[in-house]
């Protein structure tokens, strides 16, 4: 147990350096650094001073050395858009409004999946499954900048129930629209996985028996098939936050939520590089903790786990 | 007994799913007051700030306590409702008005601080602002009259110190070699309201007093902006403009308060408060909901849509800014400036505008206005004459056409992308074959600049001249420029003799004409296609009224809205 959450630590901080080194080769064949910084006409002497600055003048391992020394200091430089200001900071300013974005989707995904992925499966073959696979489909297949405006233009010009864009705090009428959009391609896939699941679950033995000993049906479903769908779900679960935490480009850029996606969006056009890595770099790292997490999660869930790491020591 | 279990379950579920809704609300609610304190303060600190000012404003609050006995009298006066407008950007600017180069920066802070002198609403001329009157004392000093009676949004009397501090400042900051456009100078105070200007290098500069009514000429409160330092700056203001920061949320709403006090009376609009989307179609269903008065940079195919909308309607300007498409003039083929030539006269940029813009551009000769400073009235846009582009390849030596390379710069203006594409299509009809690479605004600089052998043999850009002037416009193909250096590789000595000499030129007549030939060679001599002015869109809410300027400048000052 205690080697296997090792092991998977010691992933983590493998994938976590081969982030760090895939972000610092991006940013040596984007261009020049210093040019980058700089506008079109700045001073070449100006140019030169960057550099210096910069450390480019230095040899790549060199540069990667120190890239590395001030990622772990948190430091990667300042804002190239928000002069003076450093990139950490910025990326910090706009976390809260991704997490409420994502934590707002994540539980609609959970809530409206499961439900309607159950129902499903209960009634499998009936109206409610056509339907609610059909729904699933159209979720899965419609791009989410289109979802996002035709939500906006039924709801908040057509309709004027909710507004366009922005977020005002914790107004809830301004995370409905995103909500929906960033969700649906989730909701569709997991509605699917967990009707899949619970029929599998459904036709076991061990649920033929349950239901033969005369089982009362709640008991069966919530104790007995839920319980053992529940072990891959969470897995899921876990991954769709990892995802919907490294904020929707395209969600916050139609809706114009503060967020980690906008903020990438943007520094990817005025090529602010600080603030790219630094995205990219808590976006990977938070990805792979939540994973962590769930692999650890996963010893206390399936016994399984725990007892093959008993039988590997 | 199955169906009971079924609706047993279905009840239990909803009962769930209810359950963990509510869970979901409950911990948002609870998380609202420590998410929310972490950011308030940062944001109020601002505020606050002028707020320290109150003890200079002291006596004003003692009046409240002769108030009381005034405040009985029976009938309620009505307060007017106060005339706040809603209004969407692009992007949310800073507010630090000197130390950045961003467009919507410069329109927010241009309503917030001020300039000594300013641009007139078309751009042509220069008119005072915080200087009253100015003269030209030699060659490279202005003196100006400052206004007196002004005030600080704080209470802090604006001075000739805050003059010499605010030339002084970006001086000192790190990145003054970026800001070539800034009015470089020595300052020095005759008295409280007369300021002498030198240049740096005591050196002629035609357009010295226009660059005061730039970005850099912005005037701020030394002791405000010593107190909160360049952190500070960027979240907080204290100018002597017509509008006050009330609240700063980068992320959320900036709301602007008019300043009462302004030495130009109170401004018709009581509020503003501006926020930001990126996504253009989102800018256009917030304008059709009713939900803001103004939204800028609509795309020119949603013109028609917010024409037929009851609640809004389209305001458009041409702007400063020129598109062409700069040759690489040392490659093999567009060397020759027969070809140059054929592929301007096989352009059709007039069908372009027409079709692809929706009208909003303007044919230009080359890259100066008709509202610059040295254009050439006698200049006629290229026609669209595809014959002649022809002879002139078949006389350059290429009867059967020629094959380039082109570079279209995309999301940097509305609709760059499709207008690069119809261009592939008009000059292939003269048998120009272009094979067309779209890069990302963001991407430009290595592509264009640090590519010592570009595969392109021509790229886009546009250049938007704020000075309206042709020593700041046709700088761009000068041997020496950056971008001649750099990309075009565009060395034509006559050129640059024209250029230099009208650099130090102060006799306008002289300068004029000397613009007027080198734009006359760039016409004939074609490093470019000339492509067209861009107009800037705005959608408005009818209620609304605006005169939108070239400049690009959105002026709140300016603005009135009916009852």
Redesign the interface.
Known sequence: MTQYIIKRLLQAVVVIIGVLFFTFALLQL???PA??T??????P??VEQMRQKLRLDEPIPVQFYYYILNVLKGDFGDSL?????PAREIVF??L??TI?LA??AW?TI??TS??IG??AA??RGSIIDNISMVFAMFGQCLPSFWLG?ML??LF??TL?VL????????D?RYLILPTLTISAPSIAVMTRIVRSGMLEVLNKDYILTARSKGL???VI??RHALKNVAIPLVTLYSLQLGGLLSGSMITE????W?GVG?LS??A????DFPIVSAVVFYVATGFVLINLFVDILYTYLDPRVRLQGKEVS | MKMKTRREFLKGASLLAGGVILAACAPKATEAPTTAPTEAPKEEKPTEAPKEEKPTETPKEEKPTEAPTEEPTPEPTPTPEPVVIRVLMADQPQLEPQLHAGGNQANLCENIYETLVAFSVDGTEIVPELAVSWERVNDYTFKFNLREGVTFHSGDPFTAEAVKYSMERYNEANEAPQLSQYPWGTTTIESDYVVTVEHKEQKSDPIFLKRFAGIGGHIVNPRFAEEVGLEGMRTSADGTGPYKVEAYDRDGEIVLAANEKHWNGKPAIDKVIQTAVVEPATRVASLLAGEVDFADAIPPEQVPVIESSKLCRIESTPTNRVVFYPFIVNKPIAENKLVRQACNYASNFEAIIEFVLAGRGDRVNALMLPQYFGYNPNLKPYPDDVEKAKALLTEAGFPNGVKLNMVQLVGRLPNDKEVGEALVGELKRAGIDITINLVEIGAAGPVLWENPNPEHDLYSISWGNGFMDGGYGMDYFVSTSFFSTKSTQYNNPEFDKLMEDAAFELDEEKRRKLYEQADALLYEDCPAIWAYAVHRIYGVSKRLNMVPRPTERVNFFEMSVNA
């Open positions: 984007t261009g020049d040019r980058a700089l506008p079109l006409d700045a001073d002497e100006a858009t928000y002069k003076h200001q300013e706009r809260p409004a409420q934590l707002s539980i959970i809530v499961l439900i159950m129902i209960i009634r405006l906006i233009l908040a010009v004027k507004p366009t864009s922005g977020r005002q705090g914790w809830l009362n049906g709640r479903f919530f850029t139609i809706f114009g503060p906008l969006v943007n990817i056009g005025t090529r």
